[in-house]
């Protein structure tokens, strides 16, 4: 039965202990947030003040950006984007599945490690993809 943004229940209690595993092995996550590609949170986990409505409905935006660069450069389906900033970073990848396009979006201080995050967020695409 759908009864969220066209996932499960399941599905949506998947994400949510997901993300929290996430933001719990990772020193420096600030926040992790699944969102569908329009922009709508569906889970989401966290230690800081980011409000995960506001960091799904931006990642709308930078993903599909992101795609348009991957379309337009010949460089094929987009994976994931990555801003750094002085003090952290953020990193926004698609998850591609046959009822919903899904976004992992995870804000980290500097003290984290980006290709840890980065690997981390991609496996958990994976698993979302095929839950």
């Keep these: ?26 020193i420096g996550v600030t926040v992790a947030v699944v969102s569908t590609a329009d922009g709508f949170d569906v889970a989401s986990a966290g230690t800081g003040d980011a409000d995960p409505v506001r960091v799904a409905a931006m990642a709308s935006s930078i993903v599909a950006i992101g795609g348009v660069v991957s379309q337009e450069g010949g460089l094929g389906r987009h994976k994931s984007v990555m801003i750094l900033t ?15 396009e899904l976004v992992i979006n995870v804000l980290a201080r500097d ?9 981390r967020a991609t496996q958990l695409g994976r698993t979302l993809a095929e839950a």
């Design 1 to 26: 039965m759908s009864i969220r943004h066209g996932l499960s229940r399941t599905a949506i209690a998947h994400a949510q202990r997901e993300v929290q595993k996430l933001v719990d092995e990772l």
């Design 86 to 100: 002085e003090s952290g970073f953020a990193i926004f990848c698609s998850v591609h599945r046959r009822d919903v």
């Design 111 to 119: 003290s984290a490690v980006p290709a840890l995050v980065a690997y």
